[in-house]
């Protein structure tokens, strides 16, 4: 999975989001290093929706313009935990290597 | 979201500017989400912006070549690579036609070479062969452009049609390789013969069992 892909999915895994709130809590997650733009968004939502990992929750006209509301499907929450304890292992396992080769020096 | 506040003028010139840009996505896609992505993009733009930046056109250019290269809802994958399959094969037959203008004095010499005596009737009868191929290529390429159209839109009419033509460029095929002429423009006909396997690739896909009903379903819709 992108990191994209993956950071979309954990956006919406606390709620429904429109676009510019995926957006904006994109960047919140990633402590600013991941700017996400309409196009790469767009894309990504038509992808997940086709896979149906995410869906369309509602859609609302604010000041004239369409703001749709996107949600996780239970396919897309699995994927996502799937994918979490996947990157969480990795990272376990480099923390573990990490202090083994640190303690190894030490030593 | 909040659009920033920017005059009417800029507002509507910023607007102009990613709806240019927005009209490069697929029509369908377009008719699903042009308006949300709009709403987006102007609640990201800068107070002073009257156009779309670099880095977000260079972005909604590389999705709408990435949503080009995406089935469109409905559409199985086997249809959408017979359409590209079609696409590569005008693509190759293009090349065909330049390759058979360019390589016309190769030819006719090499057949001059093996006829002698016949050289002045030769010439003649090349030269009418190719303005022959030059002629039909182009109106070849036309109605393949407009078979994909109709293969796009899951027309019935358009698979017959499609089956139609790959029979012409079938007897076509055949009656090239009875003229001996692989040996006598190798370059056209390879290529030439490859535009064949394109069509025939697509064909098969066309008339995939995973196709029919994309073509039975948009009859219904139509009728």
């Known amino acids: ?107 | 979201m909040n659009e920033p506040s920017m005059s009417a003028s800029d507002s509507a010139s910023l607007e102009r500017g990613y709806r240019r840009l927005l009209a490069w996505y697929p029509k369908w896609f377009r008719r699903e989400n042009e308006e949300e992505i709009l709403a987006v993009l102007m609640a990201c733009a800068q107070e002073d912006q009257t156009r779309p930046s670099l880095e977000a056109m260079a972005d909604l250019l590389k999705g709408a070549v990435r949503m080009r290269l995406r089935p469109m809802p409905g559409q199985p994958r086997t249809v959408f690579l017979a359409v590209w399959l079609i696409i590569a094969s005008v693509l190759t037959e293009a090349a065909d036609l330049i390759t058979l203008r360019a390589t016309e004095g190769g030819i006719k010499a090499s057949v001059i070479a093996r006829y002698p005596a016949y050289a002045h009737a030769i010439g003649h009868a090349v030269n009418l062969q190719v303005t022959i191929e030059l002629i039909t290529g182009p109106i070849g390429i036309a109605v393949m452009l407009c078979l994909a159209w109709m293969i796009v839109k899951g027309k019935q009419r358009g698979r017959v049609a499609f089956a139609l033509f790959f029979g012409v460029s079938c007897l076509s095929v055949l009656l090239s390789l009875s003229q001996d002429a692989l040996v006598y423009a190798p370059a056209a006909e390879g290529i030439g013969f490859g535009t064949w396997a394109l069509t025939a690739a697509a064909i098969m896909l066309v008339f995939n069992k995973a196709s029919s009903p994309y073509f039975g379903r948009r009859e219904l819709v139509l009728t």
């Open chain 1, 1 to 107: 999975m992108q990191e994209a892909t993956f950071l979309i999915l954990t956006a919406l895994a606390a709620g429904t989001q429109h676009g510019y709130g995926i957006i904006s809590d994109v960047a919140e997650i990633s402590d600013g290093r991941v700017k996400l733009l309409a196009g790469t968004l767009y894309t990504a939502l038509d992808r997940l929706r086709a896979d149906g990992l995410i869906g369309v929750d509602r859609e609302e006209v604010v000041d004239n313009r369409l703001r749709r509301y996107y949600r996780l499907t239970p396919d897309g929450e699995k994927r996502l935990a799937a994918e979490a304890a996947r990157l969480q292992a990795h990272a376990t396992a480099a923390l573990r290597r990490l202090n083994l080769n640190l303690a190894g020096g030490v030593a």
